[in-house]
């Protein structure tokens, strides 16, 4: 069984091929496109550019998760959130929209105004004691899906593969105890969140380890710091080469959809590496993988 909305909203079947979703940063902060959309009619256009490219899925954050970056409580997250939820869901009934937050009171009134998942980057244990998950039984409770993505806060790992599936798996298990059905969670394995460049690349270059927990996997590398570093390019808009090669790469290790900023470069860049993936197997129409 594949995910589903609490509202009916018809979600991609990442079964299928490997979905695509675009990036849409309300904060003012964010690392390379704060305050682009400040206001309705400017993340309107946004989120119409993304679906007419071929976005599946629209991640709607409201808190710069870059390093350094001041967090923001619920109040003020929910303040730039809630209208757009609200005006999105009226323009684009049928879009599938995701909120990448980590506090399951910003989770709750959004799904309630229309939104149809969570995107984690806690992994569920904002707050959390051991052996819980907040998060987890928030999205239970709404019946959305939940994608948990890993991060530390520092990049202090004895043995960096063991330690992060262990954190995966440790997320997964906590959600799973809440409440949560197992068709309605994904992975992260959190490119860029208390990692070393190096782990970074480890991590993209072995992510079939994450792809054999058994759940959907989310990469999200678009223009981040490893790239420019690999690439030697500051400016973060030119660092879209990386982000395809580390797309390519993912999907040939199994990952399921791809967070971008780019979605109209990225898409035949999916479709080709689909075809790839399949070999033998692809044809005119498209397979539901083995």
Known sequence: MSWTSPHG????DWRKRTLIMGIMNLAPDSFSDGGQLDDEAAALARAESLLSEG???LDLGAESTRPGATPVDAATELSRLLPIVKALRRRFPQAALSIDTYKPAVAHACVEAGADLINDVEGGRFQARPDESPMGSACARLRCP????????QADYADFWPEVLDDLRGSLRRAQSAGMPPQQLWTDPGFGFGKTPAQNLALVRDLSKVAALGFPVLLGTS???????VLGETDPLRRGVGNDATAVWGVAQ????????EVAAIRPVLRMADALRRGEGWGPTTPERP
């Not at 909203?9 to 991609?12: F, N, R, V």
């Not at 939940?146 to 806060?153: S, T, V, W």
């Open 9 to 12: 909203t018809p979600l991609p």
């Open 223 to 229: 223009r981040k710091s490893t790239l420019g570093l």
């Open 55 to 57: 976005a599946d899925v």
């Open 254 to 261: 199994g990952v399921s959809m791809i967070r971008v900023h």
């Open 146 to 153: 939940l994608i948990l993505m890993h991060r530390r806060a």
